[in-house]
């Protein structure tokens, strides 16, 4: 969904979602004009919107200058290989160009849009704790797990299901309007700065209707969805999808019409008796988007098998037990901190010793979690540590006033300056 920003005077042409963009006689020179040109307007239209409100709602005038922007640059797109799409028996030196997918990273980082999307982050990510389907973090499906009776999961599959580039496929409108409605229901409860809903409004136009962006010292726009690497596009794109939801398998904002699901971020889960019938459901949610943009992939399992979820697999016994243990993906290259590395002793300690808690708590029995902690003591041999199961003793309490002596710990250096 992008497209090389239009350039009359250098002849520029463009199509929609293509990076190789042909290019008629360009110079470095006309892509650094319009480059500057773009962050100065947008970076003008930033500050004038901010000194707008803040006069409006009599902000203290040292606010004025804390969000103004300065010195901005545009964002910056690169690339991150999928690793994880690689199939495991494949040398990922022998794929061609074609076969190798890539994730698009945008660093916002020192945007002219920067500040005013940071304020608007702040604002709106409160508003997820209200959204009945959604995992403030990556493990609280465990504890939801605990609820589920063994007569309703009986004969029941846990399965998984992902939109296919959710933040790129939501309509920005749709976002603002979204929003918006959620926000004006819980204003008064809210952290808003003095702020007022049509500020919101106004602020969110301008950071996601400006998605501009560097690459290979080129101008590009993000013609469609939530600007990537935008701190405010993650939680617009949440509630949107919270929406599509809330007019699709939810009877009202708080009750289901079936029995379990959760979902963090873009990863769902729930429990179906077939692949049909969870297709079905993530087709209903799919229906309620009015762009008809948001496709759903469905992963189910086969009879008797666990099925990944984040960092954890989960599976239904017989007798409508759930079970989970830990997870690691086969592509993973077991890879952390070595124990050779220059890292204090505490660091490495912690490090080894926060596997080891993540291992037992996504474990939901003795078996889970002897299984769990094998990976864990696998990727602890393969770099470096000895004697591994130590660090799965628990901490010690340090009493109050006790320093802690590790010589590892302090490094000494001349600063030459």
Not at 12 to 27: C, F, L, Q
Not at 300 to 321: A, N, S
Not at 368 to 389: A, C, P
Request: net charge negative; hydrophobic share 35%; with cysteine.
């Amino acid at each position: 969904p992008w497209q090389l920003w239009q350039d009359q005077s250098s002849g520029i042409n463009a199509e929609y979602g293509d990076i190789e963009i042909n290019i008629k006689h360009p110079t470095k020179h006309s892509y650094r004009a319009q480059i500057k040109t773009c962050r100065d307007r947008i970076q003008g239209e930033c500050n004038d919107l901010w000194a707008t409100i803040s006069t409006t709602r009599n902000l203290p005038s040292n606010c004025n200058i804390l969000l103004e922007s300065h010195h901005t640059t545009l964002p910056t797109m690169y690339t991150l290989v999928k690793t994880h799409k690689v199939p495991v028996d494949t040398d990922i030196s022998t794929l061609t160009i074609g076969e190798i997918k890539v994730r698009p990273i945008v660093s916002c980082s020192g945007s002219p849009t920067e500040k005013l999307a940071t304020l608007a982050t702040r604002i709106i990510t409160p508003l997820l704790t209200f959204l009945p389907s959604h995992m403030v973090n990556i493990h609280e499906h465990i504890s939801e797990f605990q609820n589920i009776s063994h007569t309703y999961a009986k004969d029941l599959n846990f399965y998984t299901a992902d939109v296919s580039a959710l933040f790129t496929n939501v309509s920005v409108d749709s976002c603002i309007t979204d929003v918006l409605e959620l926000a004006r229901k819980y204003w008064d409860t809210m952290e808003t700065f003095g702020l007022e809903p049509s500020d919101l409004k106004m602020i969110l136009n301008l950071v996601l209707n400006n998605a501009f962006f560097t690459f290979n010292q080129r101008l590009y726009e993000q013609v469609y969805g939530t600007f990537m690497g935008c701190s405010v596009s993650p939680p617009c794109a949440i509630i949107r999808l919270a929406a599509c939801e809330a007019n699709s398998i939810f009877t009202d904002i708080h009750f289901l019409t079936l029995g379990y699901y959760q979902r963090y971020v873009d990863d769902a889960a729930g429990f179906a008796r077939s692949k049909q019938e969870a297709e079905d459901r993530h087709a209903l949610i799919a229906a309620a988007d009015a762009d008809n943009r948001i496709k759903w992939e469905v992963d189910f399992p086969e009879p008797g098998q666990y099925t990944p979820f984040l960092d954890t697999e989960v599976g239904v016994e017989k007798d409508g037990r759930i079970t989970t243990r830990y997870y690691r993906k086969p592509q993973d290259k077991g890879l952390t901190l070595h124990a050779l590395s220059h890292h204090p002793t505490n660091t490495k300690t912690a490090v080894a010793r926060n596997f080891y808690e993540t291992a037992e708590l996504t474990s939901s029995g003795e078996v889970e979690k002897e299984h769990s902690l094998k990976l864990v003591d696998e990727l602890l041999l393969q770099n470096g540590y000895q004697n591994t199961r130590q660090y799965h003793k628990k901490k010690k309490k340090k009493k109050r006033g006790e320093a802690v002596q590790d010589s590892d710990s302090y490094h000494h250096s001349t600063l030459y300056y």
